[in-house]
């Protein structure tokens, strides 16, 4: 597979890190036009832009380590990483770095290289490519926040969002912990054509690609994808991965079914 591999999805490796570069671009450029770093982030009200773009830095830092360092039993330290600069040409330079970092990182271990990750009972695998994958959705949603800061909020490019939501569902729902309470299936559909199944049960969570016109049935968790779900939510891809990172709230999307399921879905933690 090489270089042109995928993360286990559709995406390829390169177009990955063509993504998460730009929509770092944009991250910079919306802290570039904010009258000031000490604004509030709506979307995540504990953080000012400041706080924000900090996060952002030293997390890809971080994560270029955690790639670099290959198989480990436990997250990397960017070793000897300068603090975040509060003047801001200096902290978009910084940001910039970061970024070039992470990217440099992915690039040099390829899609299919081990690596320490945090979701070893998702559907994702904890690969280099798994993490590239990862990286732009963070930098996604973390771009929209900046942006929403600014008052130019932004739709997120069909091509994240899409992706974007098989990577949520398989990534941070998906767990072999046990659904706590009756069993369920819940689907979210794209208006742009593609249909996701969530299964919940005493196994855990799992996520299938539903059938389109153009795609085999899903057969994940033993389920049978003509079956009506228990509920569903329909929206733009961009919408449901809005949704699905608490951005925005449920009752903007259209829903069928047992509502309670989302309340659940939102207020579950699989770890405690």
């Known amino acids: 597979m090489g270089t042109r591999g995928t993360a286990g999805t559709g995406t390829q490796f390169p ?40 996060h952002i830095g030293e ?39 970061s970024t070039e970092q992470l990217l440099d990182a992915l690039r040099k271990a390829g899609p299919d290289r081990g690596c320490w990750t945090w979701w070893e009972t998702s559907q994702s695998p904890q690969t280099s490519g798994a993490v590239a994958r990862h990286q732009l959705q963070q930098m996604a949603v973390h771009t929209y926040d900046a942006q929403i800061t600014v008052g130019a909020p932004q739709s997120l490019p069909d091509e994240v969002a899409l992706d974007g ?22 689907d979210f559909h794209a208006l742009e054509g593609r249909s996701w199944r969530l299964s919940l049960s005493a196994d855990g969570a799992r996520t299938a690609r539903l059938p389109g016109p153009d795609t085999m049935p899903a057969t994940a968790a033993g389920q049978d994808p003509d079956a009506t779900a228990s509920a569903s939510a329909r929206g733009t891809a961009g919408e449901l991965v809005l949704i699905l990172h608490d951005r925005i709230p449920i009752n903007s999307l259209e829903l069928d079914g047992d509502r309670r399921l989302f309340e659940q879905l939102s207020a579950w933690d699989p770890d405690e």
């Open 165 to 186: 939501v098989d990577e949520f569902l398989s990534t941070c729902v998906a767990t072999t912990s046990a659904w706590p309470h009756k069993p369920a299936t819940v």
């Open 15 to 54: 177009v990955l890190l063509r993504l998460i570069d730009e929509r770092s671009t944009a991250f910079r450029a919306a802290v570039a036009s904010a009258p000031s770093l000490d604004v509030q982030v709506p979307t995540c009200p504990e953080w000012t832009l400041f706080d924000l773009a900090q």
């Open 59 to 97: 997390g890809r830092r971080a994560w270029a380590a955690t790639v670099a360092a290959g198989p480990a039993p436990a997250k990397s330290a960017a070793e000897g990483a300068p603090a975040a600069p509060r003047e801001r040409e200096a902290l978009l330079a910084w940001l910039a770095v």
